[in-house]
Nanobody, 122 residues
Framework: QVQLVESGGGLVQAGGSLRLSCAAS????????MGWYRQAPGTQRELVAT???????NYADSAKGRFTISRDNAKNTVYLQMDSLKPEDTAVYYC????????????????WGQGTQVTVSS
């Protein structure tokens, strides 16, 4: 099976920066899309940013201009550089690997990390 390990969450003051990392491990043939979603208390999980294997990037409006997503296909790793953080960014951030083909590529599945807490103080 595939596991996603997230790191980089923590506490930061408003205006500060944080860099999240997520590495997918296991017998992986390919991953279509990797990205980050977040969920604050009392809200639904929402997309933050995704990057497809070919390089196409999608940002939430709230993330544009402040967050940068990048991906290392060789390492099956995705990063989220978060700058100019706001208290509204406080949430549990979940790494996602979408459209994962295993070895052998019998099934296509989505995988989610356990989540990492990001707290931005005002």
């Amino acid at each position: 099976q595939v596991q996603l390990v997230e790191s980089g969450g923590g506490l930061v003051q408003a205006g500060g920066s944080l860099r999240l990392s997520c590495a997918a491990s296991g017998s992986i043939f390919s991953i279509d899309t990797m990205g980050w979603y977040r969920q604050a208390p009392g809200t639904q999980r929402e997309l933050v940013a995704t990057v497809a294997s070919g390089g196409t990037i999608n940002y939430a409006d709230s993330a544009k201009g402040r967050f940068t997503i990048s991906r290392d296909n060789a390492k099956n790793t995705v990063y989220l550089q978060m700058d100019s953080l706001k208290p509204e960014d406080t949430a549990v951030y979940y790494c996602a690997a979408l459209g994962v083909r295993g070895i052998p590529p019998i099934m296509i599945r989505d995988y989610w990390g356990q989540g990492t807490q990001v707290t931005v103080s005002s």
